[in-house]
């Protein structure tokens, strides 16, 4: 990791070391805790033959015991940069029969398509080389990839979210976000700690080049009256990899 970067990840593991109590009520109804999102992402990859499943940035591990239960019998495996929310989720007992492994996104312990499914639940928006990680999670798969994240242009007003597309298209997002920032590339807040400006649009080649089908669906309500929904209507997104089985070839 660049070393400019070590004190943005400093700065994010305090917030969370600090946090790591009462982390699961802050971020209640987020990512895989929104029930519409949960079913709708749980009814996909149940037409899916899933024996095992790893979620990146599993923070106290709550999210696991659903998948669990979706998939009886399959493996459902986490893993977490962050100690403190490691040792919430083995006080609130999530480890007893789930594995929740400390380690980072950006170097998963694991060899290639090790599990059918990889995903992630707004964690992608709190780190600076959301490519990586998000390669890293193509590694690893086989089956499917889940992203779900913010969308920066689906953000603010409807002249900021068309300013914001029209920088990202003709390659002068990035400056603009230097500047911005005070060229520190991130933003804190209070109830979200340090986050970097993106969009699961930033990484969506990576999973299209990976897999056979890519679906894109709204994470909360919005309007959908434009051919741009959910791009210019969504604040968040689900995205969805889909690669198709490996089928043998017959011998001849």
Known sequence: MPKALEPAVEIQREYYSKTASRYDIMHAFEGVDDPVSSRIILAILQSLDVRSLLDVGSATGRGLQQFAAGFPGALVCGIEPVAALLQQGVAAGVTKQLPLLQGTGQALPFANEAFDVVCEFATLHHVPDPRKVVQEMTRVARRAVVICDSNRFGQGSRAA????????????????????????????????????????????????????????????????????????????????????????????
Do not use: C, M
């Not at 400056?175 to 969009?199: C, M, N, P």
């Open 161 to 252: 979210r068309l300013f914001k597309l029209f920088l990202y298209k003709v390659g002068l997002w990035r400056a603009f976000d230097y500047l911005r920032t005070g060229g520190k590339w991130y933003q804190i807040s209070e109830g979200d700690g340090l986050f970097y400006s993106y969009s699961v649009y930033d990484t969506y080649d990576i999973v299209a080049n990976w897999a056979d089908r890519v679906l894109l669906l709204p994470s909360v309500p919005g309007p959908s009256n434009t051919w741009f929904h959910p791009l210019l209507s969504s604040p968040g997104i689900i995205l969805i990899g889909i690669r198709e089985p490996k089928i043998a070839a017959k011998e001849r």
